[in-house]
């Protein structure tokens, strides 16, 4: 953490001559919006019923990542009681 903390203070910023233009950023907005409406999508409203995920899935996911976060947190437990007969002077 103390690397990260030396590391953010020789963070500097952007040098103005590259920021964007205004015009760039128009023109790029422009062209998405063209795009989205060539493509038949709408930013202005959320149909998520054709992206829906079955909750099946869900539940399979969140299996497959509860079962090593709860092997870690029962080994870092095991580790812990370990330890507990040292004591500090």
């Given at each position: 953490?103390?690397?990260?903390?030396?590391?953010?203070?020789?963070?500097?910023?952007?040098?103005e001559?590259?920021?964007m233009?205004?015009?760039?950023?128009?023109?790029?907005?422009?062209?998405?919006?063209?795009?989205?409406?060539?493509?038949?999508?709408?930013?202005?409203?959320?149909?998520?019923?054709?992206?829906?995920?079955?909750?099946?899935?869900i539940?399979?996911?969140?299996?497959?990542?509860?079962?090593?976060?709860?092997?870690?947190?029962?080994?870092?437990?095991?580790n812990?009681?370990?330890?507990?007969?040292?004591?500090?002077?």
């Amino acid at each position: 953490m103390v690397i990260g903390f030396f590391a953010n203070l020789l963070v500097s910023p952007v040098a103005e001559r590259f920021w964007m233009k205004e015009q760039p950023i128009t023109a790029m907005h422009a062209a998405v919006e063209r795009s989205e409406r060539e493509n038949g999508m709408n930013r202005g409203t959320k149909d998520t019923s054709q992206h829906k995920t079955p909750p099946t899935l869900i539940a399979a996911a969140w299996i497959v990542v509860s079962i090593p976060l709860a092997w870690g947190v029962y080994n870092t437990a095991l580790n812990a009681g370990n330890y507990s007969h040292i004591r500090r002077t």
